[in-house]
């Protein structure tokens, strides 16, 4: 892997810690993402399932966890499956982990650490003394799952082969799990931030009018891979003018003109952890009066949004309340009717026609990570703060947006150090 390696302490943490959530006598089964094909003999990229790196550390295809922290045989505790090696493999594919590299990554001791093809053998010497059994799916509520994946699959063979097993989700236990971020993932959050830190300031030096959004795309790449990271944590959001009013577009492929404001939704990934980064700039280093009234009334709803990220609020709340700051500012610009706004329907407000999506979401390991939105926020979360407006009537979209640490007496803006004032933005720009 391009990162350094990631003290195991961070694992054993976390595997002791879903322990303390399982019931009496139960097992809980962990499976790596599959490698997905494309065409003829392609494959996508392998990106591992973050249940498994989080309780592991283990990027491999073909793992297998098994936790059974009450089996009478202190070996079947804590149970690592990996694709064992070969000299072909090694010729084609190139180094697959050793059993004690393993326990290094993952603090497994080797003695419970077996090769996959012997998953039946010892699985069936943890199973039957198990009450209950716990399995994982994708319970993200956004997601839509078209492919059969590996989860599944293994869910229709532990049925056909042990059905008189009490069943039970880990999924909610996860989600609990991830939602507190350690200090050890808070440092490779804080990683990724600084990565995103250099390429911003990178692009500002490089972008002006006349270039292409996939030109920046390909500086934004260059000084991601230069940092170690793998790259992008999400498909990259380049979209200069009227583009910006696309929420996902990413198509990336126009020429920026003199006069627009290019928006900016990249962020890199490193050791699997994600930043999530959005800037919007203006193309020849100068917004226009109307633009810098626009870009300052969304600065302005991130600063009041990111007070209320404190511990006790509540998701929708939050989010109520970030929507009666955006109508004041949308009023002030002249986008909104005061009286109309006074005469709205409720469940209709006039805001979502400039700005429609929401303002928060949780982030780590997946860039729109797993949690509750109806549990209170804690420390120990992270959040984004990405407000926007969007004038399609103007060719006009603005958005920004940091990522938010709470802690126990309010937040931590671990972006605050990445440019965000429109001053500062325009003076390196023209440095």
Not at 240 to 263: F, K, P, R, T
Request: with cysteine.
């Amino acid at each position: 892997m391009r990162y350094e390696p990631i003290n195991n302490t961070l694992f054993t943490t976390n595997r002791q810690r879903l322990a303390g959530l399982l019931k009496p006598k139960s097992l809980a089964i962990f499976n790596a993402n599959d490698i997905m094909p494309t065409n003829a003999d392609g494959t996508m990229g392998f990106r591992q399932n973050n249940d498994l790196f989080y309780l592991t550390g283990v990027d491999q295809e073909e793992t297998i966890l098994v936790l059974f922290p009450d089996h009478p045989d202190e070996r079947f505790r804590e149970v690592l499956f990996l694709r064992e090696t070969s000299e072909l493999i090694a010729i084609w594919e190139g180094h697959k982990l050793t059993k004690a590299e393993a326990e290094q990554t993952s603090g497994i001791a080797q003695r419970s650490i077996y090769w996959t093809s012997q998953f039946d053998l010892i699985f069936k010497q943890m199973v039957f003394e198990a009450e209950r059994v716990y399995l994982n799916t994708n319970e993200h509520t956004r997601a839509e799952v078209t492919v059969q994946t590996r989860d599944a699959r293994f869910i229709d063979w532990f049925r056909q082969q042990f059905p008189l097993h009490t069943l039970e989700r880990v999924a909610p236990l996860m989600h609990h799990l991830r939602a507190i971020k350690l200090p050890q993932e808070v440092e490779l959050l804080n990683r990724a931030i600084h990565i995103t830190d250099t390429m911003f300031r990178r692009l500002l030096r490089f972008v002006k009018p006349g270039v292409w959004e996939y030109e920046i795309e390909a500086e934004m790449m260059h000084e991601f891979l230069r940092n170690r990271s793998r790259g992008a944590a999400y498909t990259p959001i380049i979209a200069s003018g009227a583009n910006a009013c696309v929420l996902h577009y990413i198509d990336n492929s126009a020429q920026c003109q003199d006069g627009d404001v290019i928006l900016l939704d990249i962020g890199a990934e490193y050791a699997n952890y994600n930043a999530d980064m959005t800037r919007s700039i203006p193309v020849n280093g100068r917004f226009t009066p109307r633009q810098r009234a626009v870009y300052d009334a969304v600065l302005r709803v991130m600063r009041e949004a990111t007070q209320m990220l404190r511990p006790g609020n509540l998701w929708d709340e939050y989010h109520r309340e970030v929507g009666k700051i955006m109508e004041s500012e949308l009023i002030g610009l002249g986008l909104l009717d005061k009286s109309e706004v006074a005469k709205q329907d409720p469940e209709a407000p006039l805001y979502k026609k400039y700005f429609m999506h929401g303002t928060s979401h949780f982030l780590g390991l997946d860039v729109h990570d797993v949690g509750n939105k109806y549990r209170r926020f804690e420390p120990g979360m992270v959040f984004t703060c990405e407000p926007g407006i969007y004038i399609r009537e103007e060719g006009l979209g603005i958005r920004l947006e940091n990522n938010i640490l709470i802690t126990e007496d309010g937040n931590l803006d671990l972006m605050a150090q990445i440019p965000v004032e429109a001053d500062e933005i325009e003076t390196l720009m023209n440095a």
